[in-house]
């Protein structure tokens, strides 16, 4: 059975699952631990970043690698088109979704937890005293953005992002509103890439991801409730409810633990 060693909380990893999902592949993750874990991994693959797997003797790591490999290995439902005019517009839709709308995504789900309290609050566990959860609500929103400036999170870096996924966003409503996917008439790596991605804006309502309970259909502000991108978030919870498998085991407890914001 392939192994994917992953960041729950990691969009590459998620695209991954996607994947291995819409291709009908068994798997079994496998969590790594940051730092004393990603020696292992670096034992294993020659690098710490996840998502990596394991298929019997066989290591692949980076999504886009995994991706190609999951394609030639096993070829059946393909996520890369035949035609190569098609497959290169579809590796530029996964190089975009990658290296802009995922970091720009990151950055704005960090925003909406620092300026919005009901999404703050949603990590807490469900036994916090409702007093406990009032302080949490009424930490400034201006002290978070400050404490977050220097490392690329601050407002200006926010607003940026904002503005940039909006633009994504009105860019992929444009590509769906004529046709079912970003690249022909089935899905592609490309729509894993950045169906993967939107969770980071807006969180599915069914629990595919081991994530605290309290962040189902949270997301941010503006985007996840935008309805000129009602079209986008439409698509995605198809491409899930089609494709995703739904975890079957109890959900985690909000706040049991850290959320990790993986990196590929």
């Not at 990691?10 to 874990?37: A, F, M, N, W």
Request: include cysteine.
């Amino acid at each position: 059975m392939i192994e994917l060693h992953q960041f729950e909380a990691s969009h590459y990893c998620e695209k991954v699952r996607l994947i291995l999902d819409y291709k009908q592949l068994p798997y079994k993750t496998v969590e790594v631990t940051p730092g004393v874990g990603q020696v292992e991994l670096f034992r294993m693959s020659g690098q710490r970043q996840v998502p990596v797997i394991k298929d019997g003797a066989t290591v692949v790591a980076d999504s886009s690698a995994i991706a190609t490999y999951l394609d030639n290995t096993y070829p059946e439902r393909p996520v890369l088109p035949a035609d190569e005019a098609m497959r290169g517009l579809c590796l530029m839709l996964e190089d975009w979704a990658d290296e802009s709308i995922g970091p720009n995504a990151r950055k704005a789900m960090i925003g909406a937890f620092n300026q919005h309290p009901s999404f703050r609050t949603s990590l807490l566990p469900s036994s916090t005293p409702d007093i406990v959860k009032g302080l949490v609500s009424a930490v400034p929103g201006d002290l978070l953005n400050l404490l977050g400036t220097g490392v690329g999170f601050g407002p200006d870096d926010i607003k940026t992002a904002t503005l940039s996924l909006q633009n994504a966003l009105t860019s992929i409503c444009g590509v769906l509103s004529k046709h079912p996917y970003l690249v022909g008439a089935q899905p592609t790596l490309a729509d894993f890439a950045v169906a993967g991605i939107s969770m980071y804006l807006k969180f599915p309502a069914q629990r595919y991801v081991d994530l605290p309970a309290g962040l189902s259909e949270k997301g941010v502000p503006g985007l996840a409730d935008n309805p000129d991108y009602e079209l986008f978030w439409t698509w995605r919870d198809r491409l899930y409810a089609d494709y995703r498998q739904v975890r079957t085991e109890p959900p985690k407890d909000p706040g049991s633990g850290p959320v990790k914001i993986g990196i590929d």
